[in-house]
């Protein structure tokens, strides 16, 4: 066993190090793009930190000292404290309830004096630390289904904290990790069920309830008959098609509407529907509506959130209008245009070219730190990457998809780039620890 890396910059891979620079000095320009006024003082501002731009760059050199006190700290110390954090991360979750504060909608935030701290955010970290602590534990069979039960409770009972809060975006996160899992060995089968679920639910959106049901009823028949030989020897083979069938229809007639009665709000089911082109039953519409300059007519503001996004992204072009000259994100018609819907400053300012270079700065994060992952000596530190890479992929997708009507818009910020303290120190420690494992990865950690 090789001893640890004695200096700081032994052993870091750089390149990381840079890509992760490049993206937050464009989070820096895009926020200072969609905030900036006319005839703002911007040295005065920066001396002030009275601006968002000024504030998150006070951000950005706290992350970087912390990711330097990581880079000091022995990678031993990770795997040690894996699960003291984790605990220490749900315990704070569980004070939210007692101490939060209701801002925009979610009860996930803790006031401290004029900051806003979000426990959730930081259980990224904790929960990424505890899955790769149980993944390499010499005992851990991850085969048995006890072994892959005790995984996805490590993972999603945040999540399930995260519901209770009424931050569902941000617990969706959480599911991230099963990619993780996957890689050490969880049946595709169960990935093919998450996915064939999802499906199910936004089927049962699109479509007449009693139909999906005669639907999904001839499906099984169909199934019996094509297996009818094998039906014939195993009975219990057409018990499990029978129980399998009576799921999906209870599934679509009792656990859809419980999901968007009980457990979404109704914004964010008006983001459900906006998103998959079906108009917004009442019961679930609040009343906030807009008029639409052109036609007149009044619009629901979960659809015109997405509609302003588009036009701000498309009005981009090629390459772009250039920075501060964009109008749907200078003049305030893009909602959230700092944080939740940052990429429509990077798209409408530097169009097409500015999108495709961030969005190849991901790509190259992601490459690099599976690269990482690939080549470590210890399970810990290959879980862990993998835990890292897995938030990164599933924030940059889910953000960008919903900028441009892909996918529900269920505030998530995109990381390095959009404004926010909690997000941008998260996701910076997420890297510096990745780097720290990654620096002794001769070293076999549990």
Not at 110 to 116: E, H, R, V
Not at 416 to 437: C, D, E, K, Q, V
Request: with cysteine; proline share 3%.
């Amino acid at each position: 066993m090789s001893q640890r890396n004695p200096g700081i910059s032994k052993g870091i891979d750089w390149s990381v190090v840079g890509i992760y620079i490049l993206i937050v000095t464009i989070g820096l320009m895009a926020i200072f793009g969609a905030t900036y006024k006319e005839g703002d003082p911007v040295i005065q501002s920066f001396l002030n930190f009275n601006t968002d731009y000024s504030k998150q760059f006070i951000f950005f050199g706290v992350s970087l000292l912390l990711g330097l006190f990581v880079l000091l700290t022995d990678s031993k110390f990770f795997p040690a404290t894996a699960n003291i954090f984790y605990a220490v991360g749900i315990f704070m979750m569980l004070l939210v309830f007692p101490f939060h504060s209701n801002i925009k909608g979610t009860e996930s935030i803790i006031k401290l004096g004029p900051l806003n701290f979000q426990p959730a955010e930081f259980c990224k970290i904790t929960v990424a630390l505890a899955l790769a602590k149980y993944l390499s534990r010499p005992e851990t069979d991850f085969t048995q289904t006890r072994s892959q039960l005790i995984a996805a409770g490590i993972t999603l009972f945040p999540a399930i904290l995260s519901i209770l809060q009424k931050e569902t975006g941000l617990a969706l996160v959480f599911f991230a990790f099963f990619l993780v899992m996957f890689r050490e060995g969880l049946p595709a089968s169960i990935l093919v069920i998450g996915f064939s679920l999802a499906a199910l639910v936004v089927m049962t959106l699109l479509l007449d309830k009693d139909i999906l049901a005669l639907i999904l009823i001839g499906i099984a028949l169909m199934v019996i008959f094509l297996l009818r030989r094998q039906v014939k020897r195993d009975r219990g083979l057409l018990v499990k098609i029978v129980l399998i069938t009576l799921v999906c229809v209870g599934i679509q007639f009792l656990a859809v509407p419980f999901l968007f009665q009980k457990v979404l709000g109704k914004h964010q089911v008006e983001r459900i529907y906006s998103t998959i082109g079906k108009e917004i039953p009442e019961e679930y519409i609040q009343g906030e509506v807009v008029i639409n300059e052109k036609s007149g007519k009044q619009e629901n503001t979960a659809d015109y959130n997405v509609k302003q996004s588009k036009i701000a992204i498309g009005s981009g072009g090629f390459t772009g209008k250039g920075l501060l000259k964009g109008t749907q994100t200078r003049y305030g018609f893009v909602p959230e245009q700092r944080t939740d819907f940052i990429f429509d400053t990077i798209g409408e300012g530097f169009g097409f070219v500015g999108s495709f270079v961030l969005l190849g700065l991901y790509l190259l994060l992601l490459f690099r730190i599976v690269t990482i992952a690939e080549r470590q000596r210890s399970v810990f530190s290959r879980c862990y990457a993998y835990g890292v890479a897995s938030v990164i992929f599933f924030h940059v997708a889910i953000n960008i998809s919903m900028t441009i009507g892909l996918a529900p818009v269920i505030g998530i910020p995109l990381p390095l780039i959009s404004y926010g303290g909690a997000s941008l120190l998260t996701f910076s420690l997420l890297i510096a620890i990745l780097l720290r494992l990654d620096a002794d990865r001769q070293m076999v950690l549990r």
